[in-house]
């Protein structure tokens, strides 16, 4: 038989009949020989394509997957990079708390050009879809009763270390 003359040459064959561009030229010359030929061909082929086929698919998707994963983690960690560099240009200090009000909101967005193209106001749309609430003053323990502690330095680079995106992505 032509196609396999040697070992290396049968593998390569074999591998080239998974596409199934040499399907009709491989398979006559074995079935010339001898018609159970066509059992091996039937047999590596449904093998291949619901086997090999599969496996080379699943190892593509979840690549894929874990690819597109650590897309959305860095556009997440941007996008919240970007909202706390803002929140610290125009925070203001009610008691011991960062807020922004209202009136410096509404503020921001008189700033704002009045002629924004739609295209602008999606994105706008996209980076302010976060969850928006009114503060209310439910201050904990060690801030009511202990400020000099909470306040201190030791207890702000705690806290900055707590609220890192990347422990928080490490908890969940």
Same mark, same amino acid.
């Given at each position: ?12 064959? +074999? ?23 066509? +059992? ?27 690819? +597109?994963?650590?897309?959305?983690? !860095? ?6 990079? %970007? ?5 610290? $240009? ?24 009045? !002629? ?16 928006? $609430? ?24 705690? %806290? ?13």
């Amino acid at each position: 038989m032509p196609y396999f003359s040697s070992y290396w040459n049968s593998v390569f064959e +074999l591998y080239v009949l998974i596409t199934t561009s040499n399907n009709p030229d491989i398979m006559m010359p074995a079935f010339d020989l001898s018609s159970w030929y066509v +059992l091996f061909f039937m047999v590596f082929i449904t093998l291949c394509f619901f086997i090999y086929m599969n496996i080379i698919l699943a190892v593509i998707y979840n690549n894929y997957r874990k690819h +597109l994963k650590n897309e959305v983690k !860095k556009s997440i960690v941007s996008k919240r990079s %970007q909202l706390s560099k803002a929140f610290d $240009m125009v925070y203001t200090y009610r008691g011991m708390r960062k807020v922004v009000t209202k009136k410096i909101f509404y503020e921001l967005m008189e700033a704002l050009p009045t !002629k924004r193209r739609r295209r602008d106001f999606l994105k706008l749309a996209d980076l302010l879809n976060v969850e928006v $609430m009114e503060v209310t003053h439910n201050n904990s323990f060690c801030v009511k009763n202990f400020p000099f502690i909470y306040n201190s330095k030791y207890s702000v680079h705690i %806290q900055k270390a707590v609220k890192n995106i990347f422990v928080i992505f490490l908890i969940y």
